[in-house]
């Protein structure tokens, strides 16, 4: 009688453990834009929508934006000052 509670009660934590995952995956996407636009709004980058902007960066690169969990604004600031000053055309100079 022992072992049958015991072997119950290893099968309903297996179950509930189970039943836990598959909540926390549900919910996962949610927390991960929520992040996303905390993350936005924290490092002052300048956006109408911010649900729009998170499921752009989304669909850009899920992967990236999975494994930081919607945290990806050190990224688009690193972006923006890396990217390449725009300079003004060289006059071409005058034939002689």
Do not use: W
């Not at 669909?59 to 000052?81: A, E």
């Not at 725009?86 to 034939?95: D, L």
């Amino acid at each position: 009688m022992r072992g049958t509670n015991i072997l119950l009660f290893i099968i309903a934590l297996v179950l509930s453990l189970f039943l836990g995952l598959q909540i926390e995956e549900q919910y996962r996407d949610v927390r991960y834009l929520n992040n996303c636009k905390k993350d936005i709004k924290a490092n002052g980058i300048k956006t109408d929508d911010l649900t729009a902007y998170c499921s752009g960066l989304v669909r850009q690169d899920p992967y990236l934006f999975t494994y930081n969990r919607g945290k990806v604004g050190k990224y688009l600031r690193q972006r923006t000052s890396d990217a390449p000053k725009q300079s003004k055309p060289k006059k071409p100079e005058p034939k002689k």
